[in-house]
């Protein structure tokens, strides 16, 4: 039995991977009421070998039979009736946004499992991937845990760790994670045919819960320091973009890199400022060091850096980003 969500990037590949591995028969999908934009249909996405894949969640579980439940509530006792009915040995959750309560869990005769896309109990809640680049955590992993009353800290069953490097974004440690993670089916179909699953219980205190990120958490603070300033722009890559703003608009950071040149990390400048504009790229003051622009959103159009600044009028070297 498997929950997840119809739009997930992460959880609709782990359905797909239990679909597909012997030994396993997976009896129904639970899905939460779909949103406004929840279509159900086609979406492009890597299984475990990161090839990507057409899939179709709502007509491959038809052509094969899987009863789908849609559910605006997993409080509704009518859930737990149905998931009596159904006998499974385990439930799986992957990209299931939703707590399940006491009654749920006991449903499976062998476990009910989570997976996550982090080291916990470092990065629990949502978004991982985001929090993890933005905290400037050099490791994480796909992990996989039962289940209880509280989000993402039941006992760990398997643990996967993934390194996290200096240019990492966060849509490419989704894809890291989710590989690792898919990988990890097989053998927890195969742990839970022996036996009782292995729990290794967490310390919380050594994490932190974490939500899904606002429009504050990814606005630009230029006072910080330049290595500050780049994690959160390559974090928010995934979602609307890191943002600031320039001449009294808005902007989204499309593209930058960390600042290496020696002779601008020396100048003397307030937080924000522009040190140097090029064709290339326009190098903006930090805190401490600089950031390089390459690609910005400005004024709702996609657009190099250069081009926002305004070479061509000359304003750029007496601009500010703040």
């Keep these: 039995m498997v929950f997840t969500d119809l739009d997930s990037p992460f959880g609709v590949p ?3 991977e239990l679909l597909g591995t012997p030994g396993c028969q997976v009896v129904a999908v639970v899905i939460g009421a779909p949103g406004p934009s929840e ?17 179709d969640v ?29 006998s499974p040995d385990l439930l799986v959750s992957a990209g299931f946004r939703r707590i399940l309560p006491r009654e749920v869990l006991n449903v499976p005769a062998c476990a009910a499992v989570n997976l996550h896309p982090s080291r916990l109990p470092r990065v629990r809640g949502r978004n991982p991937w985001f929090w993890t680049v933005a905290t400037g955590e050099t490791e994480t992993a796909a992990t996989l845990h039962h289940m209880v009353e509280e989000v993402d800290a039941g006992d760990i069953v398997f643990q996967v760790r993934v390194g996290v490097d200096a240019n990492d974004t966060a849509s490419s ?18 742990a ?77 400048a307030p937080p924000g400022a522009v040190l140097k504009a090029t064709t290339n790229g326009v190098a903006v003051k930090a805190g401490d060091g600089h950031v390089v622009l390459r690609r910005l959103e400005y004024g709702g159009q996609p657009l190099p850096a250069a081009s926002v600044v305004g070479l061509a009028g000359g304003e750029g070297a007496h601009d500010r980003f703040c």
């Design 14 to 16: 782990h359905l797909f």
């Design 39 to 55: 279509t159900g249909g086609v979406m492009r996405l890597p299984d475990r070998w990161g090839r990507a894949v057409l899939r």
């Design 58 to 86: 709502l007509k491959t579980t038809t052509d094969l039979g899987v009863p789908v439940l849609q559910v605006p509530s997993v409080r509704d006792g009518t859930l737990v009736h149905a998931l009596e009915g159904l």
């Design 173 to 190: 440690l989704q894809l890291k994670t989710t590989l690792e993670s898919l990988r990890l089916i097989a053998p927890l179909i195969e």
């Design 192 to 268: 839970a045919a022996q036996g009782p699953l292995p729990r290794h219980p967490q310390n919380l205190s050594d994490g932190a819960v974490f939500s899904e990120p606002s429009d504050r958490d990814r606005m630009l603070d230029w006072s910080a320091a330049a290595g500050t300033v780049h994690r959160l722009i390559r974090a928010s890559l995934l979602t609307p973009g890191a943002h600031t703003r320039f001449r009294e608009r808005g902007v989204r950071v499309l593209d930058a890199e960390l600042g290496t040149d020696p002779a601008l990390w020396a100048t003397a």
